[in-house]
């Protein structure tokens, strides 16, 4: 017998996940970025702050998103003037990215802004409750 929607882990998932993301929209939306853009450039960012200059597939591989969508999105954020894409020198097919100054002031007020939203989004349940359940819906195979 089938589940009733009020018993079905996916259909409650699918509903949390819309309220998460209209959450977050509603976040970055006054920064001039949307979602997918917010974790391109978080992405970038980060790496930078490791000392790394990733290429657009290693960013793709940290995010998590198509390759060939995270080109397009990467494109935008150049055009917005928050990254730039450079010629490797080791590779001359290959563009690193990098921060701008721009970029670098916007992501971490933009972090802070997802992260007020996770806070309140996740607050009825522990972090590390929180956490460990999505690592292992995230990763099941670890």
Known sequence: MPLSPGESPG????HATLRWQRDITTALGPLG???VQFVLLACTWWLNEQGEHPNQLAVARQAGTDVKMTSQVLRTLEDKGLLARETDPADTRAKRLRVTTAGAE??????????GVDAEF????????????LRRLAHPEA
């Open 33 to 35: 970025l949307t979602h």
């Open 11 to 14: 259909f409650l998932l699918w």
């Open 106 to 115: 916007l992501a971490p007020r933009a972090i802070e802004a997802v992260e």
């Open 122 to 133: 996740f607050g009825p349940v522990a972090v590390d409750d929180a956490v460990g359940l």
